[in-house]
């Protein structure tokens, strides 16, 4: 299955964060990544005061299901240190599914495509950089 991700970052070695958040999806057994996008500084969006962010999106081919897949991104985001203390607070890392193959998925902790990525454009402009036109969820 063809999926994107986004990543970002806003305490610490940003760029590191991102870079090792990249190796650690390399080394997940049923993940390829295909391309990544050009990195972004960003203001926040949301959220209390906060670091400016770098952004960027991920394209990965995996035979993982959406929520085992999620699951192998939050054991990512522990591991560089992500604690979720604050919504829309600042963070070392951070991880979404955006699409997943064509698959729509609304449930309370996994909704395919990410909400409101349309309308954020630290998502849109890493993720069309890379984007496959494979899905008829982009329009």
């Known amino acids: 299955m063809l999926c994107y991700i986004g990543v ?62 999620l699951g192998k991104l939050q054991d990512i985001e522990k591991e560089l240190g992500r604690k979720k203390t604050v919504k829309n607070g600042p963070r070392t890392i951070d991880l979404d599914i955006l699409l997943y193959g064509d698959n729509k998925i609304d449930e309370p902790d996994l909704k395919i495509p990410h909400p409101n990525m349309r309308e954020r454009e630290f998502v849109m402009k890493p993720l069309k950089e890379i984007y496959e036109p494979s899905s008829s969820l982009w329009m």
């Open 8 to 69: 970002g970052s806003n305490l610490g070695d940003r760029k590191k964060h991102i870079e090792d958040a990249i190796e650690k999806l390399k080394n997940i057994e049923g993940v390829e990544v295909k391309r990544v996008s050009s990195i972004y500084e960003t203001e926040p969006v949301g959220g209390p005061k906060q670091g400016k962010y770098l952004n960027g999106a991920i394209e990965i081919e995996t035979g993982l299901g959406p929520r085992e897949f």
